[in-house]
């Protein structure tokens, strides 16, 4: 069976690819074919993911779209959850999840017992999505406390912030300009650098 691998770190992670060897090999030894990899590095709370929609957009019914960990997938909130769900459901994929074994029946069908199952790990699916958000609220919550306490203690202090770098910036910028038909991937590519990033400079400088 052809399967769709979904790898997602956030910003602050070093490499999105770090469980692609394990999901290979989760992957042969359940007898799926991987067709494609689709890595990013980019917040699981936003849907609009570029390499997750091109994965939604390239993928064929009947397939898996197979992902580490249900926060790898999602940290959305559960109105943009219940859509990538609809999404991945209306496609007609069979999702997957290496550390959710009820969701590995679902690369069988397996009849009244196959129903039942899927029913079962549904709603496991929606509490471990619940969980994954909620630990993400919490963590925002947290460095909202410590700043709001950094400020207390340090009226003067402000948070550095993150500084774009400026040099790369103009590097896509130019890659963008000079190949107008050049795709996200490879300019990314070119300028060694991640799809998100490139999409998002994009986005700011309207090109």
Same mark, same amino acid.
């Given at each position: 069976? *052809?399967?769709? #691998?979904? #790898? ?6 070093? %490499? ?29 709370? +936003?849907?609009?993911?570029? !390499? ?5 957009? @390239? ?11 249900? %926060? ?14 609809? @999404? *991945? ?5 069979? #999702? ?5 074994? +009820? ?9 009244? @017992? ?5 029913? *079962?790990?549904?709603?496991?699916? $929606? ?7 909620? $630990?993400? !609220? ?13 400020? *207390?203690?340090? /009226?003067?202090?402000? /948070? ?16 963008? +300009?000079?190949? /107008?038909?050049?795709?996200? $991937?490879?300019?990314? +590519? ?6 998100? @990033? ?10």
């Amino acid at each position: 069976m *052809i399967a769709h #691998l979904y #790898l997602r770190a956030s910003t602050k992670d070093q %490499d999105a690819h770090r469980a692609k060897s394990a999901m290979e090999a989760f992957a042969d030894d359940r007898g799926l074919l991987i067709a494609d990899t689709y890595s990013e590095n980019i917040s699981g709370t +936003t849907l609009n993911r570029p !390499e997750l929609m091109r994965l939604l957009d @390239t993928s064929n019914t009947g397939e898996v779209l197979l992902c580490e960990s249900v %926060d790898r997938l999602s940290r959305l909130s559960q109105a943009d959850w219940d859509v990538l769900k609809t @999404t *991945i459901k209306a496609k007609g994929l069979r #999702l997957v999840i290496a550390d959710l074994p +009820t969701s590995h029946m679902m690369v069988e069908d397996k009849g009244i @017992t196959g129903q039942i199952m899927e029913v *079962i790990n549904n709603m496991l699916l $929606d509490l471990m999505a619940t969980m994954a958000r909620l $630990d993400q !609220e919490k963590r925002v919550e947290r460095i909202k406390e410590g700043i709001s306490k950094k400020k *207390i203690d340090e /009226p003067n202090w402000k /948070p550095a912030g993150k500084s774009k770098n400026v040099e790369l910036w103009s590097k896509v910028r130019n890659l963008m +300009t000079k190949h /107008p038909t050049m795709t996200a $991937d490879e300019i990314a +590519t070119l300028a060694g650098c991640g799809v998100a @990033t490139v999409y998002r400079i994009k986005r700011e400088v309207k090109v």
